[in-house]
């Protein structure tokens, strides 16, 4: 599976913006998928994660109630819309797929065996 996440760019504070991640090869539609993001001088850290179906979701603290996670499995897509976004979100966010279940995407990254390159998401206040 390859990833290539896309949509980021320079916002404000308080307006929304969406970054998408399409998918190649095969079976992605049996993959459960997420973000995550990475700020200068700060750790990776989980963002949103979904499961191959849809049905399933799990947030960061973060970003709960301003941040929706989905996928188009037609499409080989998964989105991240972003709203109400703060300086604060200000990092590279990375797209992420494996074959595991959601807890285990969301608890233990090392393990997880897709990641495409990132995309900036800059915030100014």
């Known amino acids: 599976v390859q990833l290539q996440a896309s949509g980021g760019g320079l916002v404000q504070a308080g307006t929304s913006l969406r970054v998408s991640c399409a998918a190649s090869?095969?079976?992605?539609?049996?993959?459960?998928a997420a973000w995550f993001r990475q700020a200068p001088g700060k750790e990776r850290e989980f963002v949103a994660g979904i499961s191959w179906s849809g049905t399933s979701t799990r947030y960061a603290d973060s970003v709960k109630d301003r941040f929706t996670i989905s996928r188009d499995n037609a499409k080989n897509t998964v989105y991240l819309q972003m709203n109400s976004l703060k300086p604060e979100d200000t990092a590279v966010y990375y797209c992420?797929?494996?074959?595991?279940?959601?807890?285990?995407?969301?608890?233990?990254?090392?393990?997880?065996?897709?990641w495409g390159k990132g995309t900036q998401v800059t915030v100014s206040s």
């Open positions: 992420a797929a494996d074959p595991a279940a959601l807890m285990v995407m969301t608890f233990r990254p090392s393990a997880i065996n897709y």
């Open positions: 090869g095969r079976n992605f539609s049996r993959h459960t």
